[in-house]
């Protein structure tokens, strides 16, 4: 099991800026599945300083829901089961339970819908508090497969708009910065609530995107 973590450095007047303007700091990850999939809010904090530490470890659940597939619709996990890389999540109730089998593909989780019923379905990851929530969600259709695949991107944004984790999102509500962990553990940035983001020697470990930005191409990316 891994753990990773992101370092944001900030300075004073920017931290007491974000907290008197009611500033949330959220973060989304990035999986690789079918193209119809959207990205949900993985992680919501108001809790900041100087030096804010985003840490979270590489554990996953598989979940089916009845929750519907809709921008901005909040994704309730109702069925989750605990699963690791390379095993399928077997949907065999109509109800949305299943069992979790060994057998799947390499470096991705499935989600495998033996009845005729759809659902909305993905993956959830622990978050820095230790709970799971969900980093994606597809709809999962009767008889029908669903692939998968974690990718150590994180996406964050500071922004005053309320979401709830588990918030289905298509667009950014403020700058945001797409930081690729991957072949490291651990990335230091920094943030100015007039500057935007930052991070030493400019590597393209990161890139920002503005407010606007449609996510979904950036954290649904298409199974190879």
Known sequence: MSSYSVTIQMDQTTVNDLQSNGFNLYAFQAVQGASDGYPVVWFQTTTFALTTEVTWSEEYQAYTSSSQLIPNGEIVASNSYSASLGQTLNVSNSTGTGTVVET???????????????????ISEQQPNGTYAPLCAFPLFGNDLDVIAPIEQVFLMFATTELNTGTVIEQSYG????INLTGTNSQTVS??????????????????????????????????
């Open 104 to 122: 799947g593909t390499s470096g991705a989780i499935s989600i495998n819908n033996q009845t005729s019923t759809q659902f909305t379905c993905g």
């Open 175 to 178: 700058q945001g910065i797409l």
């Open 191 to 224: 943030y100015d609530i007039n500057g935007g983001w930052t991070w030493a020697g400019g590597g393209n470990w990161a890139t920002t995107y503005p407010a606007n930005e449609n996510l979904v191409p950036l954290l649904i990316q298409p199974n190879s």
